[in-house]
DNA sequence: TCGAAAAATGCAAGCGCTTACATTGCATAT
DNA sequence: ATATGCAATGTAAGCGCTTGCATTTTTCGA
């Protein structure tokens, strides 16, 4: 075990080599870090100069220890593969760096079980608050959440239903909105392509807004096809393709989310499909990609950056003890653009 | 200040709680934790079960401080809004794990001093070792990694001219590989849509390699015509309109990534021009947005996941005060599809 | 059966910081 | 002058864990 004092040795400068330099004590030099108020400007003068001098930086684990507290944030999202969460995550993120707060970020492969684990790493790892997506997870997530204490919200949802604190918008009446629009235009036969529903709540709604929209509009639910597939280009390619297989075919193809959308695209184009001349598509989330392919997707616009500034903020106030007011319901409407049409009879 | 033991309140237990739970010392309950051999199985199986009874976990600050050492590994990406490094970093993620180590994530915005920042902030927070992509960054950065020993490997790139470790392809030898490809098509003038070269060696090594394919084929490279923009879609996109603008319109552009390549493809179509019929484009990386454009893009594809899963394995080495061996140069090869094409006399 | 080496365990000193509480110094009211 | 209050600073006790060394227990060859 070490035991020569810090000052005899060449290993990194510690708050009491500033302190010695300074001429005061390490309580001195720490509210002069971290109460900058609490301490006569003369005094902190020359504790700032003394950090600078010997170039001091703060030893983490010994903050976190003392403090109780790391100053980092925890996220967990379904998937970093592609740009879903992305732009949200980076307002997250600028926001707390505003806060000199850290971001760490993790992804859970849209398992329930994976991100129980991952909620448990980033806790270990000292996360003050986590950014949860959607409400499917196990019990014993929110058990573990409860006895610790951890502060955390939920975003990309907003249910009034649920009495978690959470941020987002109503994904049922989102997709009930989309699919209102489509049926207007006069599509009989439609089918929906989307995320395994099971731990996925966003998905499950999602559908959920299909069906209520048939049914307010004097349709049967029962007829909506459904095909259920991991978000992917490739599966909503292969989804598509298994829809269009069938003999009679659906005039409008709803999809879970961008990806499935663009992949569904893909294979209309590679099976010699028009769209949206023979079958309309549509996505969800509004990503980049939904305007990059050709043609561009009709889709969801979902507010991203409010969303992630918006968990920010609650975690924040949530971490810091103050009544961070209750779950915030953001719109999320309809973005128009070519890939949905109405029924083009003149095909037949 | 509290000033009662931990058995005597509500807080989390501790290892002394498990310790005297068990009937053993802390010091036998930490070696059971972290080298089980250490200690006999009847010890280890009490101690085991005291741990699960109590629901017990380390505390992450008072482990970090005592032992120096986190077992969490940063990486700070020019980016996080497209998927340009999502495949990479999410092997790299996948493989850490498997050694029980987080990632961290940080975004430097392509700025060499936002990356320094990252840096200090990452290592403040206790980073073991990083992920950094490409050379270029401040003097300062380096001195700092050095002087604090922090492990770190460069990823994206490979430069045998280069001392410091890193793991990623000749982005020069690639870009070139592709221009030869454009240039044997015919192509005698060509247009090169970058990224900002100054703080981005990639970015300068691709430009590099297109003057260096012209060199080669008897052509001035003088005669390139380059745009320089900030990736995004919407910037490649002003950049391919910029370069039509002008009378001798280049019959292929050669864009610095995918996301310049997916806008300017996107302009293309706005403007109707005919691609590769008239404008042959490329691109780099091969991200899945490669795929899904139409045409779809011609590109160079980046053996992302290689790429991250030996970084990981490096730095672990590195971190480990093991040999890891020397750089690694990974192939980057061109990806062929449907953007490039033959110079068309017939539309002239 | 005994002694020595090896294995298992315990002891206790830190790791570098924060913060409750004590002390000092100084301006202001009396 | 003296008492009073407050701001500035210091003192020192932890925070919960790891680990070098000391001690105890076990193992095993002779």
Redesign the pocket.
């Known amino acids: ?6 000052s005899e040795n060449n ?9 010695a330099r ?14 900058p ?8 003068d020359r504790v700032m100069a003394a950090v600078r001098e010997l170039g ?14 790391t100053n980092t944030f925890g996220a967990i999202i379904p998937t970093m593969e592609n740009a879903i969460f992305a732009r949200g995550l980076q307002a997250f993120q600028e926001h707390l760096s505003l806060h000199g707060i850290t971001l760490l970020v993790a992804s859970s492969s849209y398992s329930a079980d994976l991100e129980e684990k991952q909620i448990r790493a980033l806790v270990a790892r000292g996360a003050d608050a986590l950014l949860l997506i959607g409400h499917d997870r196990t019990p014993q997530s929110y058990v573990f959440l409860e006895n610790r204490k951890i502060p955390h919200v939920v975003a990309w949802v907003y249910d009034s239903a649920q009495p978690r604190l959470s941020i987002g918008f109503d994904n049922r009446k989102a997709m009930a909105a989309l699919t209102r629009r489509v049926l207007d235009l006069g599509h009989q036969s439609i089918a929906a392509i989307v995320a395994d529903v099971s731990e996925n709540d966003r998905a499950r709604e999602r559908l959920q807004g299909v069906r209520e929209a048939m049914r307010q509009a004097g349709m049967d639910p029962e007829d909506l096809r459904v095909v259920e597939t991991p978000y992917s280009i490739a599966n909503g390619a292969e989804a598509f393709a298994e829809l269009m297989r069938h003999e009679e075919r659906p005039t409008a193809v709803l999809c879970g989310n961008d990806v499935l959308a663009a992949g569904a695209l893909k294979m209309a184009r590679s099976l010699g499909i028009d769209v949206p001349g023979e079958v309309s598509i549509t996505g969800f989330d509004d990503i980049e990609l939904a305007e990059i392919v050709s043609p561009a997707l009709t889709t969801v616009h979902v507010p991203h950056r409010e969303m992630g500034k918006g968990a920010a903020r609650l975690l924040i106030a949530l971490r810091d003890g103050k009544h961070p007011g209750s779950s915030v319901e953001l719109e999320a409407t309809v973005q128009w653009r070519e890939t949905l049409g109405p029924v083009c009879k003149a095909v037949e």
């Not at 290993?11 to 302190?19: I, K």
């Not at 108020?37 to 902190?44: E, Y």
């Not at 684990?61 to 507290?69: I, N, T, V, Y």
């Open positions: 075990m070490r035991s020569v004092r810090s290993d990194l400068p510690t708050l009491e080599d500033v302190a300074a001429g005061v004590s390490t309580a001195t030099v720490s509210r002069s870090l971290n109460e108020h609490r301490v006569s400007k003369a005094t902190r001091y930086a703060p030893n983490f684990g010994a903050q976190a220890l003392a403090a109780k507290r």
